[in-house]
């Protein structure tokens, strides 16, 4: 089972900058499917930004704009660049894996996601 570990919220002000990180143990297959999710206080959870092994990058339409999700070299870390935050973006922050590779089942924001980290806070004060 992939293990994954969030990293680097915090509070910040409206307008202000924030990455996230997600480490990630090693996959059973090199072909994977990667997403950063988002829940706030009474709302459901939403899908911020999908990237796979391919390097195809798949956005919610809480993350288009203004995030970016990146991955390093060795794809062992998933990032999520947040820019020019709005007191809305306050939620706790999850990464997350289909646990499945890419010729069973491809990524998308239909996709499930059965492997969890235990979440980020994230809070935007205005």
């Known amino acids: 089972e992939v293990r994954l570990v969030e990293s680097g919220g915090g509070s910040v002000q409206s307008g202000d900058s924030l990455s996230l990180s997600c480490a990630t143990s090693?996959?059973?297959?090199?072909?994977?499917?990667l997403g950063w999710f988002r829940q706030a206080p009474g709302k459901q959870r939403e899908a911020v930004a999908l990237l796979d092994s391919d390097g195809k990058t798949i956005y919610g339409n809480s993350g288009k704009g203004r995030f970016t999700v990146s991955q390093d070299n060795t794809k062992s870390t998933l990032y999520l660049k947040m820019d020019n935050l709005e007191p809305g973006g306050t939620a706790i922050y999850s990464c997350?894996?289909?646990?499945?590779?890419?010729?069973?089942?491809?990524?998308?924001?239909?996709?499930?996601?059965?492997?969890w980290g235990q979440g980020t806070q994230v809070t935007v004060s205005s």
């Open positions: 997350a894996s289909t646990g499945l590779p890419l010729w069973v089942k491809a990524c998308g924001l239909d996709s499930e996601f059965h492997n």
């Open positions: 090693k996959y059973s297959y090199s072909s994977f499917c």
